[in-house]
Every structure is written in structure tokens, then in C-alpha cells.
């Protein structure tokens, strides 16, 4: 029956909030001026009292999770309440909420200007299952208009703008997957993002539940309730996070930093890593590997990584976690010792899950490691590629210690440099499947992507462990909020076709405006057959300016994609290969940038030109940094890509070209097989790695700085970041900044450049590019003209500091 509550302000007291009808509660914190909490207990039989999304601006949590209730990390800001006979009101300087009393519902007000405006509101009728009167399953239903856009919600198929459909959380292995319509994948990410197109405002809202749910954003309407949408989850509590923008910028960075900090991986983690699953596949793996190496140095492929997929770890037909198959690769240190020799990463592939005859299964079952069955006597077997297996239990420290040990042991201790957490999803359907829970056992229903997040947590710190004074990079193909702490991710095993690249490129930047920066796809396609030629060009330039880049295959034809699979196109893929080594310099400073202040490295292009309504309409170009825009080909046989620039005060530069155009308007320009359309916004700068690129010359001793100067009058500085790229040194203040003033009045274009900071520059010099016509006059201060607009600076001035 449902029937309608009467609540009341009960309590107030640290920034919480409580109201209460009979024994239903729900407790409003004030966390941040613009970030309120909403808490309702809904499942008291397993109510958990740790987080392990919420962990604002920290690097780490413990394994054990963050205290839920702990509100020491906030500002706890002052607010005021209002009480009238039928809401009560609580609001900051910056956000608003009106409480309704009768029934519970809660409308959300902005400060814009001085002007409160509401952005948001529960819908009017049950917006909250209170006394289970709508199931048995947790439930917020909340207003929808015509004119809001969703973004967010993780790795999603199909369109950016979620609006009008219905998505499944549920973490799968969809191998082959349709990158339009498939749903759902792999990773478990409860945040969006609302945008309205009539207040030009912005919020966003994450629900702090690890259970299976579902986002409908629209699809469902019910003549009773009129328009709405709703978040449902299976198990758990309602709990979420309401964040103000007012700009989509400010809603993702704020919300990065509610889930922590990204990790600063080291440089070599940029460059291009290569894999495939054929080659550990093959009987003579070792071999094949050696030939990768020799190849990429015969075709002279820049080339920094190499993850080595699971066949090396093979009994027969089946893969076994910590097993070296000697069969294979006899001589696992001098297989990694000879990438190694040739500047080449080693990265290993991990699974969570062992099979029921592992060799190691029987004394891990006795060491109760295992996810286990109800009763927890013994362990819970689940399918697993194609045989049954168990899956680990991260939440006991007794197989996380094993786990490390084995890391430490297995891989690393054989010059492995990297672990790539694969198969991570947790696929257990069993609703008495039961976690350690670190002591308070819990069904694994409850659980499935911490214990994904934990087993990335282990591999991080057995790599830590393992070599304190290196940079750690780990990979994982699921995820949480929160991953971004520890590892690097990709869109999973995707299908080669045409549409892939349009839509994995909405995929990933949907992750990026979902607090997830560092990530990329399988380029070329992972499944499926190869890529034709002209496919897998595009897909390279595309791939070239996510921040992974990695070709990986397992082509049911058997082919492999690699740089040379196609020797007619050899030169030009081996230009985009280098070109990718070129942009390296910038690809780290936004690294930084998304490490320290939670910017995300790739965007839409409504993220910077959020004013212009036209860029949120779907297209398909991308931001790099603030100043870049990409447009890659995505249509097979097109030559001439139309491009629309975004409405801005300084306009654009055609990167290929040379020409200017004014923004707020869409351009034709040339697309050939060869070429990337890519433009630059007037007034910015590049640092890129300059001279000569190839194979055998990894050293980074060489640096570019590459000006578009503004057309008229201007000033703009940047500080590009700086350090050894592999070491924790930064950490201990061991960083500098690439100093770079750019000044332009209608006769003159003036480039300054420094270095600020503590540690030594790698490089000897400084050449500066200036994209300049005649008709001003080019001043580069201490530098030696060696060409037209084009000077070389040795003697960077500014201060070395120790």
C-alpha cells in the first residue's frame, strides 16, 4: 500500500541534517558550498559503514574503505535553515535545498548571479521507496525536462547525451561488443551529469551503491507521474552526492575530486605499447615476441610498451594466473630482458579468477581466499572463460597479501614492469555468494566492483613494494570510481568496424566527464576480422591523441594487427607512430594537469565552449587539452572532413594549413588518407618533442614549442610541466615548468621562455615554432633565428632553483 509520509526536521548538528517519519529517516549533509550529501538507510541487514568512492582529494584509501560517515576531509561550510509549515529550507552561498515535508522530495536551487534558480527536483509523487512501498529495491525518481542533456554514466555506448534512454550497471566481459548498442560493459561508474538547455546551468549527482542498478534517463513515462527518471538499485542504500557546476567544467572536476586523485604515470606509460593476444597464443610465443622487437626496429616503430597477454600463462587450452609456461616462453628474464634492452616496457596480464584445477586452487580453497557460498565452507565457482573457476576475495588481507606475493614473485621478480588487471568484472550471479567483508561477511551483491577496485589496489602496491622509487602504471580493463587512483583503463575488447572508432570516442569521453582521464581503445579493433587499410589508418590517427595508446588484436582470421601489417601504408603509419611520439611533451603536461587541479585530458567540445549551444550537438571532434581540437575521419572513402570551430574570442588556426578562421562557424577542410584536420585556438602554445624521432633514439633531449600568436592584441602565459618522468623524485618537489609568455600587439609577436623549478632540464635547447605571416614582426628574446619565424633558445632564463 502506499501512503503518504509526514516528515520533520528531527536533529541538526555537524552539518547533518535529519528528518524522520515514524522509524523512516533521511539524514542531508552540508558537505561543500556547492556539494550537498543525501542519505537514506534502506537496507539495515547489510548496511555498509565504509566508501571506497568517496575519498576527496586523496591519492589512496585503506583496502578496508573509507569510514562513510567521516566528514573531516569536507569544509563543512556555513549554511542557514529555514523553517516554514511545510518545507524547510538549507541552503550555502552557492547551493539550495528546499526540503517538501509531506511525501519527502527535495527541488535544488544555484546561485547564478545572485539569482537562486532551480536546476533540479524529486519528482512530486514517491520519489523514494520508504517502507518498500514501491519493491524491494533502492529507488530515486526525479523530475525530467525536454530541454536537459546526460552525460556521464561511465563507458556507455551510443550517443554522449544519455537523454531518453535506459542503461544497465552490471559489470560483464562483452567481448565483440557493438560500441552503438551494447549495454552493459565493463565498468561500474552511478555518476551523471545534467546540463539544461534553457539555464545554461549544470550538476551533477553519483550514488555512493556497489550493486547491480539501472540509470533510466528518460525511456519509461507513466501518465501518473508524467515526466521522470530514476535511479534503481538492486541491494544497498539510497546515497548520493549533489554537486552544482554551474559550468559542465566545474561539475567534473569537482567530482574527480570527490572520488581522489589520478596517478601521475610515468612518461614511457605515453608511448605506443604493443600486444596482441596471437603472439603469447602461439606455441613458440618467445619467438614471437623477439620478432615484435625486431620488427618495430626494422620498420623503425617508436615503441615504449608491450603488454603481454594471457597465453603465457597456459596449461593445454586454459590460462592459470602466476603460471610461466616454459613450452612457451622458456626463458621469461631473457624474454623481458631483451625488451628491455631495446628500451621496451614489459606490462603482464592477470586474472582474478583461478579455475577449479589450477595448480594452486587446493591450497588457496584451504586458506578460505576464495568469494565462498553461503554457509562459507566452500568456495563459490562461477563461469570463467571456458571452464569453472573461483574468484579471489579482496576484501580479506589474507588473499590481498597473496596476491602481492605473487605479483612480487611471479612478475615482477622476472623484469615484468607492469600489471594489466584483466577479467575483472566479477561475474558471480549467485545471490549467496558471500565476501570476507574484512571480517563482516557480506553477499558479494553488494560488492563486485570494490573487489575489482581492491585487486588493482594490490597490484599497485606490490608494485610500490617492489620498487619504492619507481613510478607505478598499472592497467585494468573494469573499474569503479576511484580507479583512476591506481590504474589506467581502455573501452575493453571492441569490435573492428567502421562505426567503433565514432562511437569508442564518445565512449571514452564520456569516461573523461566521468572523473576517468586516462584511458584509450583497442586500435584497429580487438575482435573481429583485420581492419581493412584504409580503417586502420583512421583508427591510428584517432588513437594517436588518446592518452593510451595501444594496438591490440585477437582477429578470428588469425591476422595481427601491427605497424606493418600492411607494408603499401608502412611510411604513413610509421609518420603517425612518430607524430604520437612528437606530441609526448603535451600529453604529460596534461597528465600533470589532470593529476594535480582534475583536468581531464580529453573532452568534448562543449567542455571549454559550453556558451557556444552549438557544440553540444553530437559531432565528432575532440578536445586535447583546452587548445586543441582534433576532427579525425570516421567515414570510410571521405576526403574532406567539415568541422565546426567553436564560438570563441581568438578564433583558430588550421594546424595543416596555416589558415585563420573566426569561431562559430563550421569549415570544409582537406581529409586525405595522410592528413589529420587539427586546429589550434589563436593564442596558444605547444610544447612538443623535437629533432629527430625514431626506433633507436627514445632520449627525450630535444625540445619544440610550437605558437599560434593571436591575430590582434593579447597576452598569455603557460607553464609547462616537467620532471624525470619516471621516478617518485617529483613527489619531494624534484619538478620544473617549461616557462612560455606570449605577447602580440598589431606589429609584433613577442615569445618568451624560461624554466622554473628545481630539477635540471633533459634537454640543451629550446626551438620555437611561430606560426606568423610577414606582416609582424617576430621577437624571441636571448634566441637565434634560424629560419623564417623559427629560433633556437640555449640559454633558458629563470632561476634553476635547488
Not at 338 to 361: Q, R, S
Amino acid at each position: 500500500m502506499i501512503k503518504l509520509l509526514d516528515f520533520k526536521l528531527h536533529t541538526e548538528e555537524n552539518n547533518c541534517l535529519t528528518f524522520t517519519s515514524g522509524d523512516e529517516e533521511v539524514s542531508l549533509y552540508v558537505l561543500e558550498e556547492d556539494v550537498f550529501r543525501v542519505f537514506i538507510p534502506f537496507d539495515k541487514n547489510h548496511s555498509m559503514q565504509h566508501t571506497w568512492i568517496i575519498a576527496p582529494g586523496e591519492e589512496d584509501i585503506p583496502a578496508s574503505g573509507r569510514n562513510r560517515f567521516d566528514t573531516t576531509p569536507f569544509t563543512l561550510p556555513a549554511y542557514e535553515v529555514y523553517e516554514c509549515e511545510n518545507t524547510v529550507t538549507v541552503e550555502t552561498n552557492r547551493l539550495r535545498a528546499v526540503v517538501h515535508l509531506s511525501g519527502f522530495s527535495i527541488d535544488w536551487y544555484g546561485n547564478v548571479s545572485g539569482q537562486w534558480v532551480k536546476i533540479a527536483g524529486d519528482r512530486k509523487t514517491q520519489a523514494y521507496n520508504f517502507k518498500r512501498m514501491l519493491g524491494e529495491r533502492v529507488l530515486h525518481y526525479m523530475e525530467r525536462s525536454p530541454d536537459e542533456r546526460y552525460y556521464g554514466l561511465g563507458e556507455k555506448g551510443g550517443p554522449m547525451n544519455r537523454y531518453g534512454k535506459r542503461y544497465q550497471m552490471r559489470t560483464i566481459d562483452a567481448m565483440g561488443y557493438d560500441a552503438e548498442t551494447t549495454d552493459p560493459l565493463y565498468k561500474h561508474i552511478p555518476f551523471y551529469m545534467t546540463y539544461s538547455e534553457s539555464s545554461g546551468l549544470a550538476y551533477g549527482m553519483v550514488y555512493d551503491n556497489y550493486s547491480d542498478s539501472i540509470f533510466d534517463m528518460g525511456a519509461e513515462y507513466d501518465y501518473y507521474h508524467k515526466h521522470f527518471r530514476y535511479y534503481q538499485a538492486e541491494k544497498g542504500d539510497c546515497d548520493y552526492y549533489f554537486m552544482l557546476g554551474p559550468k559542465v567544467k566545474d561539475v567534473v572536476e569537482r567530482y574527480t575530486w570527490l572520488t581522489g586523485q589520478m596517478i601521475l604515470p610515468p612518461k614511457w606509460s605515453l608511448g605506443y605499447s604493443g600486444s596482441t593476444m596471437t603472439y603469447t597464443d602461439a606455441p613458440d610465443a618467445q619467438e614471437q615476441l623477439k620478432k615484435f622487437v625486431d620488427y618495430c626496429k626494422d620498420y623503425d616503430i617508436p615503441c615504449d610498451s608491450f603488454q603481454l597477454s594471457s597465453g603465457y600463462t597456459s596449461i593445454k587450452d586454459k590460462r592459470y594466473v602466476f603460471n610461466w609456461n616454459t613450452s612457451k616462453v622458456p626463458e621469461p628474464k631473457k624474454m623481458t630482458g631483451y625488451f628491455h634492452d631495446h628500451g621496451i616496457k614489459v606490462c603482464a596480464n592477470v586474472k582474478p579468477c583461478l579455475l577449479d584445477d589450477h595448480p594452486m586452487y587446493e591450497q588457496l580453497e584451504k586458506d578460505r581466499l576464495f568469494v565462498h557460498n553461503e554457509r562459507f565452507n566452500e568456495p563459490e565457482t562461477s563461469q570463467f572463460w571456458d571452464a569453472l573457476g573461483s574468484y579471489l576475495d579482496f576484501t580479506n588481507d589474507a588473499t590481498i597479501a597473496w596476491w602481492k606475493e605473487q605479483i612480487k614473485a611471479q612478475l615482477l621478480e622476472y623484469g615484468i614492469d607492469s600489471i594489466w588487471n584483466d577479467n575483472n568484472e566479477y561475474e558471480i550471479w549467485d545471490e549467496a555468494a558471500m565476501a570476507h567483508g574484512f571480517g563482516s561477511t557480506i553477499p558479494m551483491s553488494y560488492v563486485k566492483p570494490i573487489q575489482t577496485l581492491l585487486m588493482m589496489k594490490a597490484s599497485y602496491e606490490a608494485q610500490k613494494e617492489h620498487a619504492p622509487n619507481d613510478r607505478p602504471y598499472l592497467i585494468s580493463r573494469s573499474g569503479m570510481p576511484g580507479m583512476q587512483r591506481y590504474v589506467q583503463t581502455w573501452s575493453g575488447d571492441n569490435y573492428t568496424d567502421w562505426k567503433t572508432i565514432r562511437y569508442n570516442l564518445k565512449m571514452g569521453l564520456s569516461l573523461s566527464l566521468s572523473g576517468v582521464y586516462n584511458f584509450g581503445h583497442d586500435v584497429g579493433g580487438f575482435a573481429g576480422k583485420a581492419p581493412e587499410p584504409e580503417l586502420f589508418v583512421r583508427w591510428i590517427q584517432n588513437g594517436i591523441f588518446h592518452p593510451r595508446f595501444t594496438i591490440h588484436s585477437w582477429n578470428e582470421d588469425a591476422s595481427v594487427n601491427v605497424p606493418w601489417m600492411y607494408p603499401e601504408y608502412a611510411d604513413s603509419i610509421r609518420e603517425l607512430m612518430k607524430e604520437r611520439v612528437k606530441w609526448t611533451p603535451y600529453f604529460y603536461h596534461l597528465m600533470y594537469r589532470a593529476h594535480k587541479h582534475y583536468e581531464p585530458l580529453l573532452t568534448p567540445t562543449f567542455y571549454y565552449f559550453q556558451d557556444d549551444g552549438r557544440t553540444f550537438e553530437e559531432n565528432d571532434e575532440f578536445m586535447v587539452g583546452e587548445d586543441l581540437l582534433i576532427a579525425n575521419v570516421m567515414e570510410k572513402g571521405q576526403s574532406v572532413r567539415d568541422v565546426y570551430l567553436p564560438a570563441n574570442a581568438n578564433g583558430w588556426y588550421d594546424m595543416n594549413g596555416g589558415n585563420f578562421y573566426e569561431g562559430g562557424q563550421t569549415v570544409s577542410v582537406s581529409a586525405e588518407l595522410t592528413e589529420i584536420p587539427m586546429f589550434a585556438v589563436g593564442g596558444s602554445a605547444f610544447p612538443i618533442r623535437d629533432g629527430e624521432i625514431s626506433f633507436t633514439n627514445k632520449e627525450d633531449n630535444s625540445r619544440g614549442v610550437i605558437v599560434y600568436p593571436h591575430q590582434g592584441k593579447g597576452n598569455r602565459q603557460f607553464r609547462f610541466y616537467e620532471d624525470d618522468g619516471e621516478s617518485m623524485e617529483y613527489t619531494k618537489g624534484n619538478y620544473a615548468f617549461l616557462s612560455v609568455e606570449l605577447e602580440t600587439t598589431l606589429d609584433s609577436v613577442t615569445v618568451k621562455v624560461n624554466w622554473e623549478g628545481s630539477y635540471q632540464p633533459p634537454f640543451s635547447e629550446v626551438t620555437v615554432y611561430v606560426l606568423e605571416s610577414e606582416s609582424r614582426d617576430v621577437h624571441v628574446p636571448d634566441g637565434q633565428k634560424l629560419e623564417s619565424n623559427v629560433y633556437v633558445v640555449r640559454s633558458l632564463q629563470g632561476e634553476v632553483t635547488s
